[in-house]
């Protein structure tokens, strides 16, 4: 079941004798709301940066398809021009390979680069997720000595009445 920033903000809890502090309470489900809102933005906002790289390694991927086919057209162009420029034809094959090989490992980098920092965005994901987890695992342990506290004080006051009671 996924929570949602309303379900932590609608939350209620029943109230026993010398319960929790309503005002408390519902003050520290207003904080949980704000973060776990802020994180939703986060991850929503990491999720467009990664369609976006994704929408940019497949650019260049369809740039790499296109540099390939216009150097297979000027490899046939070369071909039908060899008896009249051979020479030329050796110089223009030579500078179209090497600019294609070019904006080719350029491409190559381009698209390490982008899963190198798609790796890192998942990453910082993570981190963020077990950040969250760890402030919820903190406020549970708070409440759970505050129900402490307040039990050991109820079991006080009844042993110091049925004291008094005796008396």
Known sequence: MKITPLDIQ???FGV??????VKEV???LDLITREFEAIIKENNYLKEELAKKEAKILDFKKKETTLKDTLMNAQQVVENLKGNAQKEAELIIKEAELKADSLIKDAHKEIANLKKELNDLKKQKMLYLEKIKGIIRT???MISMEEED???EIREDNVRFLKTKKE
């Open 26 to 28: 519902n003050s520290f």
């Open 10 to 12: 609608q939350k209620n």
């Open 16 to 21: 026993k004798f010398r319960g929790f502090n």
């Open 150 to 152: 307040k039990e050991d």
């Open 139 to 141: 406020f549970q342990k």
